[in-house]
């Protein structure tokens, strides 16, 4: 059986990189022409190619899936077609036995996710929006046009919320805002820095302006009298160290988008939002998309089987490559849909993440179960089922 599994491990390995390779290509030129717009003085060709390719890791995360759904068919019909897949099958390799073999090759293909989703796509999305940021002035992720937002409580029942205009890999940070609110959400002072970075669970501000709220003040027009007092005053200070929950990791998970974040930078970006009682169901979401993303690999490789195993008379590889590809793209939507209805009508996020892939498991169990007893499934429809003889 090792002899058989190298060697559907090859042609599989063979088949799936080519697929993956021209769907690469495919679509990196489908966005080459929808970002050909964008070229100008700043924005030169060279950097629309260097974006491309920074995107590549995104766009092979997205169709791994199925790249390898169409590289098993692929290989399998090919098997098929020449008589192997019979040869193995006649020296008593049953369906579900080779379809563990597939599965044992799909191996590899989780282990190559898992790295790409952890370390590479989270790196490449990072630069990717640095270079954005610096040559078209915009970026994907959580920033808006006024910069990044962040609230926090500040440990005595008050809050604080910063704005940042530009976020640093490193943790430093440019264009500070800081608004501080005691109990009752009440503004108590307002500090702007040129500068800053977060480093040891401490923000360091550089040449800071604070603009202090006096409490008097804040009575005195509750009570719509003039106060005694001035009702705010302006101090400078060269550095302000203010302790804060905020790591150079939560930064960097503001940036990315939550698909695109690494399974422990996004578990503790959705501790963070709920210790400061923030919205988490799109990062809850992603967060169980990503932990069965490596099942929907093993899914893809379970589709692939009863579809090789399929007798066609005509059309041969060409008709089982289209059902797999079908298959493949109606699974895809069939995400998509259960993403966005989960989202809409309040679904567990287990249920948006795992009923797609369930479903699809369950359907081709199902599929390879009725080839592997076909015969019996049609002596029974013939001998128990009053129009089972017309099918003989």
């Known amino acids: 059986m090792r002899t058989t599994r190298r060697y559907l491990a090859k042609e599989i390995y063979r088949s799936s990189a080519v697929v993956l390779i021209a769907l690469l290509g495919l679509f990196t030129f489908f966005a080459l022409i929808e970002e050909l717009d964008k070229v ?17 890791p995104s766009y092979l995360y997205d169709l791994l899936p199925i790249g390898v759904l169409i590289g098993a068919v692929l290989a399998l019909a090919g098997l098929a077609q020449r008589n192997e897949l019979v040869i193995l099958r006649v020296s008593g390799v049953s369906g579900f036995r080779l379809l563990g073999l597939l599965w044992l090759v799909t191996i590899p293909w989780v282990v190559g996710a898992f790295i790409l989703s952890e ?6 999305d990072l630069k990717a929006s640095d270079v954005s940021l610096r040559l078209l002035g915009k970026t994907e992720g959580g920033r808006m046009s006024s910069g990044y937002w962040f609230k926090e ?15 640093a890999g490193d943790g430093s940070v440019t264009g500070i805002t800081l608004y501080e609110f005691r109990k009752g959400q009440e503004l108590t002072s307002m500090s702007q820095a040129a ?36 009702a705010t005053r302006v101090e400078h200070v060269a550095e302000r160290v203010l302790p804060t929950t905020l790591t150079p990791e939560r930064l960097i998970a503001r940036v990315l988008t939550p698909e695109r974040m690494s399974i422990l930078d996004l578990s503790d970006y959705i501790h963070y939002l709920r210790e400061n009682n923030l919205q988490t169901d799109r990062q809850v979401v992603a967060l169980w998309r990503k932990v069965a993303y490596p099942f929907t690999l093993f899914v893809m490789m379970t589709i692939a089987a009863p579809i090789a195993f399929m007798q066609t008379r005509r059309g041969g590889v060409g008709s089982k490559v289209f059902i797999g590809i079908l298959l493949g793209v109606g699974f895809f939507m069939a995400n998509q849909l ?17 009923i797609p892939n369930l479903a699809a498991l369950a359907l081709a169990f199902a599929a390879l179960l009725l080839m592997e007893n076909q015969h019996s499934v049609r002596r029974f429809m013939q001998t128990r089922l009053p129009w089972g003889r017309t099918l003989g």
């Open 338 to 354: 259960a993403l966005n209805v989960g989202m809409l009508s309040k679904w567990a996020p287990w249920v948006t993440a795992l």
């Open 195 to 230: 500068s800053g970075r977060f480093t040891n669970g401490s923000l360091h501000m550089h040449d800071v302006t604070r603009t202090v709220i006096d409490d008097a003040a804040i009575a005195a027009l509750a009570d719509a009298r003039r106060p005694d007092e001035p």
């Open 119 to 124: 370390v590479i796509t989270p790196a490449a």
């Open 153 to 167: 409580s500040d440990g005595n029942d008050g809050m604080r919320i910063i704005n940042i205009t530009q976020l």
């Open 40 to 56: 100008g003085t700043r924005f030169t060709l060279l950097n629309l190619f260097y974006m491309q390719a920074l995107a590549l």
